[in-house]
């Protein structure tokens, strides 16, 4: 007999709950020991056709996953999960804690499939925002003229708390549709423009489509306007932040450490680059950390950490970086060497300074390590009486490197 704990069973359901399901999900159910789901979609299953015992997820969710599926591992269990496990869902937990191979995962149309259907909206063409434990700040980087999106809301409260922020980013004019019960018997529509939004709260179960209409246009590559930022002056400028984010060359994934953070404008603009992209900026000055923040919410990534406290010191504990950018305190002791020792083989360190001390640690760094230094130099045009002339902008110095392998990696 095999030693290998039974398989654990996740069956999607949606809103139209038995009835709904197909046959292999209501067997999956019938034949369970154990069902672990949430409140409502336990109340879903009818007594006479599953007689396991039911279990309801604690709150908060993910940290018990471990331990209630460890108490009953001996057990045949499935879990319900609305519409498709694998689309924001619990799946995900799931596979992270116990591996996919462990897992028989038997989807259910998710809400947003329901939800293009009814709109006859093309899935492929349509993003989606999940507001589900996550800021409703997420959902600003989706913002751009006459694009759809479908929200997937955390509960009853969502749908207006988006017509607020919609109105106040400047696009008050969006049409919004909240999709509730999609699939049950108790399917409902709502519509109504963002900044006329007065729908009370419904079905806390909705998916929210909107239409945005016209709006304030931004970018979707590095190199933001500095106006776009709230700053005391410490801020990487535009040409040369996308100079700088093409040399970091951020990928899917990755974890930026952006050690002086100053006004956040480089983690920011990398985060903003993939939605699963990791950033930590490092700030000492208390009042510059805060305002990092602010500017975080603003342009969508509420998800970047924020370290208060100097560099290297305030480095410690942290994740290791897959690239790093140093903007500021270059002369600190033991900031370069800490930096770079935190790096794995492949990852890269780029650094910028204006200051001539900084400069000389930075040649003395590239004689050791080589990598590029090189010198970005930025004029603008200005009115000079009734002509025009350039105006230098003090030349930034930028040292970058890719760390190589270790001997011993070079070796095999």
């Given at each position: 007999?095999?030693?290998?704990?039974?398989?654990?069973?996740?069956?999607?359901?949606?809103?139209?709950?038995?009835?709904?399901?197909?046959?292999?999900?209501?067997?999956?159910?019938?034949?369970?020991?154990?069902?672990?789901?949430?409140?409502?979609?336990?109340?879903?299953?009818?007594?006479?056709?599953?007689?396991?015992?039911?279990?309801?997820?604690?709150?908060?969710?993910?940290?018990?996953?471990?331990?209630?599926?460890?108490?009953?591992?001996?057990?045949?269990?499935?879990?319900?999960?609305?519409?498709?496990?694998?689309?924001?869902?619990?799946?995900?937990?799931?596979?992270?804690?116990?591996?996919?191979?462990?897992?028989?995962?038997?989807?259910?149309?998710?809400?947003?499939?329901?939800?293009?259907?009814?709109?006859?909206?093309?899935?492929?063409?349509?993003?989606?925002?999940?507001?589900?434990?996550?800021?409703?700040?997420?959902?600003?980087?989706?913002?751009?003229?006459?694009?759809?999106?479908?929200?997937?809301?955390?509960?009853?409260?969502?749908?207006?708390?988006?017509?607020?922020?919609?109105?106040?980013?400047?696009?008050?004019?969006?049409?919004?549709?909240?999709?509730?019960?999609?699939?049950?018997?108790?399917?409902?529509?709502?519509?109504?423009?963002?900044?006329?939004?007065?729908?009370?709260?419904?079905?806390?179960?909705?998916?929210?489509?909107?239409?945005?209409?016209?709006?304030?246009?931004?970018?979707?590559?590095?190199?933001?306007?500095?106006?776009?930022?709230?700053?005391?002056?410490?801020?990487?400028?535009?040409?040369?932040?996308?100079?700088?984010?093409?040399?970091?060359?951020?990928?899917?994934?990755?974890?930026?450490?952006?050690?002086?953070?100053?006004?956040?404008?480089?983690?920011?603009?990398?985060?903003?680059?993939?939605?699963?992209n990791r950033a930590v900026s490092i700030e000492h000055n208390a009042v510059r950390a805060e305002r990092i923040g602010r500017n975080a919410a603003a342009l969508g990534v509420p998800r970047l950490r924020v370290v208060t406290g100097p560099a290297p010191d305030a480095l410690a504990g942290l994740p290791a970086p897959d690239a790093v950018f140093i903007g500021?305190?270059?002369?600190?002791?033991?900031?370069?060497?800490?930096?770079?020792?935190?790096?794995?083989?492949?990852?890269?360190?780029?650094?910028?300074?204006?200051?001539?001390?900084?400069?000389?640690?930075?040649?003395?760094?590239?004689?050791?390590?080589?990598?590029?230094?090189?010198?970005?130099?930025?004029?603008?045009?200005?009115?000079?009486?009734?002509?025009?002339?350039?105006?230098?902008?003090?030349?930034?110095?930028?040292?970058?490197?890719?760390?190589?392998?270790?001997?011993?990696?070079?070796?095999?």
């Amino acid at each position: 007999m095999s030693d290998l704990p039974p398989p654990i069973t996740v069956v999607g359901i949606g809103a139209d709950g038995w009835p709904g399901l197909a046959a292999t999900s209501r067997a999956a159910l019938r034949a369970a020991e154990v069902v672990i789901g949430g409140p409502r979609q336990l109340a879903l299953l009818p007594a006479e056709e599953v007689a396991a015992e039911r279990v309801s997820w604690p709150s908060p969710l993910r940290p018990a996953v471990p331990g209630l599926l460890a108490e009953h591992a001996d057990r045949r269990v499935a879990v319900l999960a609305s519409g498709d496990p694998m689309f924001f869902g619990i799946g995900r937990t799931l596979a992270e804690t116990v591996g996919a191979g462990r897992l028989r995962v038997l989807p259910h149309p998710s809400s947003v499939s329901y939800a293009c259907a009814r709109l006859g909206w093309p899935l492929e063409a349509t993003e989606v925002v999940s507001l589900v434990g996550r800021p409703l700040d997420t959902l600003a980087l989706a913002l751009h003229p006459g694009r759809r999106l479908l929200v997937l809301s955390a509960d009853a409260a969502t749908p207006a708390a988006v017509a607020d922020l919609l109105t106040a980013r400047g696009f008050g004019t969006a049409r919004l549709r909240v999709l509730e019960q999609l699939g049950g018997p108790g399917e409902r529509v709502l519509d109504g423009p963002a900044d006329g939004w007065t729908h009370p709260a419904g079905d806390p179960l909705n998916v929210i489509a909107v239409e945005l209409g016209d709006g304030p246009r931004s970018s979707l590559v590095p190199g933001l306007r500095d106006d776009a930022y709230e700053s005391d002056g410490q801020l990487t400028k535009r040409h040369v932040r996308a100079a700088t984010l093409a040399t970091l060359a951020p990928a899917p994934g990755e974890l930026l450490w952006d050690v002086g953070g100053g006004s956040g404008s480089i983690a920011i603009e990398w985060l903003r680059a993939h939605r699963d992209n990791r950033a930590v900026s490092i700030e000492h000055n208390a009042v510059r950390a805060e305002r990092i923040g602010r500017n975080a919410a603003a342009l969508g990534v509420p998800r970047l950490r924020v370290v208060t406290g100097p560099a290297p010191d305030a480095l410690a504990g942290l994740p290791a970086p897959d690239a790093v950018f140093i903007g500021g305190g270059l002369t600190a002791p033991g900031l370069l060497d800490a930096c770079w020792a935190a790096l794995p083989p492949g990852g890269r360190l780029v650094a910028n300074t204006v200051t001539l001390e900084s400069e000389a640690l930075l040649t003395a760094w590239y004689r050791r390590h080589g990598g590029e230094l090189l010198r970005l130099a930025v004029a603008h045009a200005v009115p000079v009486g009734g002509f025009t002339g350039w105006r230098q902008a003090m030349p930034v110095t930028q040292w970058s490197a890719v760390k190589p392998p270790t001997p011993q990696e070079d070796a095999s």
